[in-house]
C-alpha cells in the first residue's frame, strides 16, 4: 500500500501515475493507492478522472482519493479498498 499526503487535485495524474508503478510491484495481492488530495471532488474534472480510471483498471491498482472536503473516491469504477475475505 502507498499513502501520497497533500497532493492538489491538479497534480493527481502524476501522482497516480507514480503511485501506480510503485505499487504494482509491492508485494501483496490487493495493491491500493491511497491519496489524501487538497481541494474538493468537485474541482476533480473529467480530464484528470478519466486517465486516472483507465490507469487503474489497466494496472489492477485500486486508486482510493480522501479530499478535503470530507468525500472520498475510488477507482476503478466498483473496485473496492479492503480485499474481500475468502473462507
Given at each position: 500500500m502507498i499513502c501520497l499526503k497533500d497532493?492538489?487535485?491538479?497534480?493527481?495524474?502524476?501522482?497516480?501515475?507514480?503511485?501506480?508503478?510503485?505499487?504494482?510491484?509491492?508485494?501483496?495481492?490487493?495493491?491500493?493507492?491511497?491519496?489524501?488530495?487538497?481541494?474538493?471532488?468537485?474541482?476533480?474534472?473529467?480530464?484528470?478522472?478519466q486517465p486516472l480510471e483507465t490507469r487503474a483498471q489497466q494496472s489492477g491498482v485500486t486508486h482510493h482519493l480522501r479530499f478535503s472536503d470530507g468525500t472520498t473516491r475510488t477507482f476503478a469504477e466498483g473496485a473496492s479498498v479492503y480485499p474481500s475475505t475468502k473462507n
Open positions: 497532493v492538489n487535485v491538479t497534480n493527481q495524474k502524476s501522482a497516480s501515475r507514480k503511485a501506480t508503478s510503485q505499487s504494482v510491484d509491492a508485494p501483496g495481492e490487493h495493491e491500493i493507492a491511497l491519496t489524501d488530495v487538497k481541494g474538493g471532488q468537485s474541482e476533480l474534472t473529467s480530464e484528470v478522472a
